[in-house]
């Protein structure tokens, strides 16, 4: 029978793509004993233990630190370059173990070093923080995150937008009852718990939990998975709405993912490259579920966003990410940066899977001689890092009964790729929940990627935004959409770099003897590029730039004046910045007593020929009491 075009094309796009898998030879490759790591495994490590991956004495290179058995020591593996490694614990002050699971990186402090967090089981949990050459120093005590119940996975998120990160942590109960999940709200760097007044306690056995934008409005909301959620007395996986006052919503009916299973690790992505976001979550095998009074169970679950729906609904079964098998960790990320994430998903009974998202349905699983994992263990975590600093992320697998293990991403392919350090100021200063947007006019594909914390299971992966960009020499616009609501563009970004962006801010002093308001414009991006700051009396309607933004200034009689060649009302209105991107000036309000009580308002852009309208980057409004 001859087949109609369209399916003889299908059909040619699959086997093309077959074949571009298979020419690639080994994936992964293990690393572990050329690395110089080794974490021997023990017996008394039940259900699995996790690792941190972090530049943690910031000297460009991945540092991972594995916690040992209890009582015995940490395994903390300072990077030497060329994928080598010295374990600096005795140096470190991590001091002994005890049953450590899940562990959590951020700049909690925001110093800009990487702090940790990690989830002991029958023992005081622990924050360590660094000090910047990775030594630390335990003050879970002292900040008020010391509390002793069974911790077992931890995520970072700035719930309330006030730039610094909050802490989540989800309890599994052994033996199997349901749990209090527990939310504590960073206030400088000490901790307030929070969980029953924002309600997110979740009484269910977590094992994977993680803030995330779904409805990207701007705030972290959290999703939350439950094992053995089929058992009534337990909940089902849940997503909490943020109400944006410190409150959460449970929406989890209403977006489709209110769902009993046995979840275990979860994570989230665009990966169609279409602004939607889609979710998932591993599971156990039906034969597993069945024998646990589970006949619910159907293999792992894919969740796609319908904008239409306003819900996410499984697509598992079409996409082919089903895999029948015991899951834990999970993952997506580009491993062959051809421009579309793909997923890793950690198993027990089996290799661990590797899917290829080659942008044809299903995806492709590679064989375990083409991916490298070829070995069945019965452990749980694995994070990823680019420990060698070619643009490949690479797998770390912390094992419980066995050796630990580090495979290496061969790459085997001329693909560009980028990385992206977030350094925020106004907002948290790891840049967590931050959206990074990349488009590259030669494919006209705009890549979606997130900063993200909790994703996986029990594995800190490497605080990095990585994105593949296939044939891309060059990305034309880097859009980041930052905690604060600053958005914040690069244009031309050179690929195959690793690059660190500072946020832009415009800071208002507060008013001076004369009616002097000083400003600061700091945009280290923007250096040298010239720039305009203007009053309005009001935000509405914003000054339209001709490629969907707005100034967000009203043009009226007031930003006419602060505009004006000369303005003594404001003398620097335009002007270039710097060599490292900064510009300070005033504005001058006459202190006379009818302007008492009004508010003005101001913003600035700077300006760049090569972006769309010639404006690259705005800031503001901001409020100018008078």
């Known amino acids: 029978m001859k087949l109609p075009n369209t399916a003889r094309a299908v059909r040619l796009a699959v086997l093309a793509s077959t074949i571009a898998v298979s020419s690639v030879g080994q994936q992964f490759i293990d690393a572990t004993a050329s690395s110089g790591i080794n974490v021997p495994g023990s017996t008394s ?15 460009g290179l991945t540092d991972v630190i594995f916690p040992g058995a209890p009582g015995q020591p940490f ?16 140096t470190s002050n991590l001091g002994l173990c005890a049953d450590m699971k899940g562990m959590a990186v951020a700049d909690y402090d925001n110093d800009g070093d990487v702090d940790l967090f990690t989830c002991v089981r029958n023992g005081p949990n622990r924050l360590y923080r660094n000090n910047g050459m990775m030594v630390f120093d335990d003050v879970a005590p002292t900040v008020g995150l010391d509390w002793i119940d069974q911790s077992t ?15 989540y942590v989800g309890t599994r109960k052994m033996p ?18 929070t969980t029953m007044a924002a309600g997110v306690d979740h009484g269910s056995m977590t094992f994977a939990c993680m803030f995330m934008d779904y409805d990207r409005d701007g705030w972290q909301d959290l999703w939350v998975t439950s094992d053995q959620a089929y058992n009534t007395t337990f909940r089902k996986n849940a997503v909490y709405r943020n109400n944006h006052d410190g409150t959460f919503t449970d929406v989890s009916l209403t977006v489709g993912a209110q769902i009993a299973m046995q979840a275990m690790g979860v994570d989230f992505s665009d990966v169609n490259n279409d602004g939607r976001l889609a979710v998932y979550m591993s599971n156990t095998s039906v034969t597993m579920g069945n024998s646990m009074g589970n006949p619910n169970t159907d293999g792992h679950v894919m969740l796609h966003w319908n904008p239409l729906l306003s819900q996410f609904v499984h697509v598992e079964q079409a996409w082919g990410t089903r895999l029948d098998d015991i899951g834990w960790a999970n993952i997506f990320f580009d491993y062959d940066n051809d421009g579309r994430e793909d997923l890793f998903v950690k198993h027990m009974a089996s290799p661990n899977a590797v899917l290829r998202n080659s942008g ?28 060698d600093n ?44 931050a959206e990074v947007r990349f488009l590259t006019y030669a494919d006209g594909i705009i890549r979606t990627r997130f900063m993200k914390s909790g994703n996986g299971m029990m594995v800190a992966n490497e605080p990095v935004v990585h994105v593949g960009l296939a044939g891309n020499s060059l990305v034309n616009v880097v859009q980041i959409r930052w905690p604060s609501g600053q958005i914040q563009n690069l244009i031309n970004v050179s690929v195959d770099q690793t690059l660190t962006v500072v946020e832009p801010i415009l800071l208002l002093a507060e008013s001076v003897p004369g009616g002097m308001r000083p400003w600061t414009l700091d945009a280290p991006s923007d250096a040298g590029l010239p720039y305009i700051i203007a009053c309005s009396a009001s935000t509405s309607p914003g000054v339209a730039l001709g490629d969907g933004r707005s100034f967000p200034l009203a043009w009226d009689g007031v930003f006419e004046a602060s505009l004006a060649q000369g303005s003594v009302f404001s003398p620097q209105n335009v002007g270039a910045l710097d060599a490292v991107g900064r510009q300070v000036g005033h504005f001058w309000f006459p202190q006379i007593p009818i302007l008492n009580g009004i508010t003005l308002h101001t913003a600035a852009l700077t300006v760049d020929q090569a972006a769309s309208a010639w404006v690259r980057n705005i800031f503001g409004p901001f409020p100018i009491q008078l």
């Open 45 to 59: 490590v039940v259900l699995g233990r996790g690792a941190a991956i972090a530049d943690f004495n910031g000297d």
């Open 75 to 90: 395994k903390a593996y300072l990077n030497l370059g060329g994928m080598t490694f010295i374990d600096v614990a005795p």
């Open 153 to 167: 996975v931890a995520t970072w998120g700035d719930y309330d937008n006030d730039g610094d990160v909050d802490l």
């Open 176 to 193: 199997d009852a349901p749990g209090c999940n527990r939310l504590y709200r960073n206030d400088g760097a000490v901790f307030t718990e």
């Open 360 to 387: 044809t349905l299903p995806w492709q699983r590679l064989s375990p001689a083409a991916s490298g994992f070829t070995m069945s263990d019965p452990d749980v975590a694995a994070g990823i890092g680019d420990f």
């Open 390 to 433: 070619d643009g490949f992320m690479d797998i770390v697998e912390p094992k419980g009964g066995c050796p630990s293990m580090l495979m290496r991403n061969t790459g085997g392919n001329a693909n560009h790729w980028l990385k992206i350090k977030l350094e925020g100021r106004e907002s948290n200063r790891g840049g967590l929940g």
